[in-house]
């Protein structure tokens, strides 16, 4: 037996011994009370209901009282002697199957009636274990005595317990094995859940399949959702530890190059070696390693800073951009072709500065790696999104390396022209910034030509 059906067994069965015990107690001490008072209350009724008729009762209206309150009515004169209404009213309860062998009304009791008072009276008839509850009450110049005989509780309770004892015993039993049915139901699929939460935190992404129509399949659910998010984190940790890795080993080499170089050259002047260039290629080298390192800080204040959201008209922002590309488009001898399906306004909420920095590193990349003379950009409007692509010729195979290409440091090696040639945190500051604005975005590349694209929610002005 498992330590949870130990448990709920004790308790079930602590909750019936004290609903017993409460039950047993009730019955002995206060139900008597209640049983008295309950039939003291119906004979204070129906004494109003008798007094309340000045001129008496008739026989016919006593019969029927007696029937409906299932008591005995006796009458006597109160003009006669005391023994003479003692005597009427035990006549008349003989008369009704009701054999009194105590029963008495003093001469005291019979002036308080005489003078209009109600008097209630209870006598024990020991040898017939019962006793008899009498009220007394004045109806013109007689007495009415309505009458109901009480069995004497004590052996009447003890056989109520006696039978509940028997009740309760049958009842503990059959709880006893429904309980063990039912626990056993429970704790059968809380053992699988321990055992596949175990699994879980020992990085073993098992699922449980648990059928049980009620909150423990429910439960099973949730930590088989739990353990599919949990495997997806731990293999998007696993990636992004590769690629920390990754990233340190080329930042390592960014920097070392130019450190090597400026060592060596610096060396060649302090040997005399200095032909007049060895100062411009440090000078050189230093900038390229104070250019390196902004990026780099730029690319890790992105993933904090606070952005400064706005409205921004994103037609006149690529506007804008595409005019300071005009020169660069016809020093490579590009043709842009601008595919616009923006037919209205295209308000976006953004950052000005940082998505303008996104759209200057996509043109920057068309220009650097395209293999033909044509880019392509394409506007759209998709679900209430403004969208934006721009495509270029590439000589890549399909998804060869593209995967690669938003992670720090991946330079494609079939760069255009070393002049545009850079460190390969573009994509990676682009990714940032996007995914700060909420951004869908992505690249497809298919049919000799890869596309860099993103959609923001159009905004109403």
Request: glycine content about 4%; some cysteine.
């Amino acid at each position: 037996m498992s330590k949870l059906t130990r448990k709920l067994l004790v308790r079930i069965i602590g909750a019936l011994c004290v609903v017993f015990f409460l039950s047993f107690i009730v019955n002995t001490f206060f139900l008597p009370s209640y049983f008295l008072y309950q039939k003291k209350q119906k004979l204070a009724e129906l004494t109003t209901e008798i007094s309340a008729s000045e001129h008496g009762v008739q026989l016919p209206r006593i019969e029927s009282l007696e029937r409906q309150y299932e008591v005995a009515i006796a009458y006597a004169s109160l003009k006669d002697s005391v023994n003479d209404i003692n005597d009427q009213l035990l006549l008349q309860y003989n008369r009704k199957g009701i054999a009194l062998s105590k029963f008495w009304l003093t001469e005291e009791s019979i002036s308080a009636l005489r003078e209009g008072a109600r008097v209630n009276k209870f006598y024990d008839q020991t040898k017939l274990k019962s006793s008899f509850l009498v009220n007394f009450v004045k109806v013109g110049d007689s007495v009415f005595a309505v009458g109901e005989s009480i069995s004497h509780s004590a052996e009447t309770i003890r056989i109520i317990n006696q039978f509940n004892a028997y009740i309760w015993l049958g009842m503990l039993l059959l709880l006893i094995l429904l309980s063990v049915l039912y626990t056993a139901r429970i704790v059968k699929p809380l053992a699988k859940l321990s055992e596949t939460a175990e699994a879980i935190s020992n990085l073993s992404f098992t699922k449980v399949d648990i059928k049980t129509g009620d909150e423990i399949e429910s439960l099973g659910r949730s930590i088989n959702v739990m353990s599919d998010k949990l495997q997806q984190a731990q293999h998007s940790l696993e990636i992004k530890n590769a690629n920390l890795r990754t990233f340190i080993s080329d930042i390592s080499h960014e920097l070392k190059t130019p450190l090597s170089l400026i060592r060596v050259y610096a060396s060649g002047i302090q040997d005399g070696l200095d032909d007049g260039t060895y100062a411009g290629v440090i000078q050189q080298q230093s900038e390229e390693l104070a250019g390196l390192i902004d990026r780099l800080l730029e690319l890790s204040r992105l993933q904090a800073e606070v952005y400064d959201f706005e409205p921004v008209d994103l037609r006149q922002l690529l506007t804008e951009t595409l005019h300071t590309y005009e020169t660069v488009f016809q020093q490579h001898g590009l043709h842009v072709e601008v595919e616009d399906g923006w037919t209205t306004e295209t308000w976006v909420l953004a950052d000005r500065r940082k998505l303008e920095s996104v759209l200057h590193n996509w043109m920057t990349n068309a220009v650097k790696y395209t293999s033909g003379d044509r880019i392509t950009i394409t506007l759209e409007l998709k679900r209430e999104a403004a969208y934006f692509g721009i495509a270029n010729e590439t000589d890549k195979e399909e998804h060869e390396q593209w995967d690669q290409v938003w992670e720090p440091f991946y330079v494609m090696d079939s760069s255009r022209s070393k002049k545009f040639s850079g460190t390969g945190l573009g994509l990676s500051i682009a990714r940032t910034i996007l995914e700060n604005h909420h951004a869908d975005y992505g690249l497809s590349a298919a049919d000799g030509k890869v596309m860099f694209y993103f959609s923001l929610l159009l905004i109403q002005r």
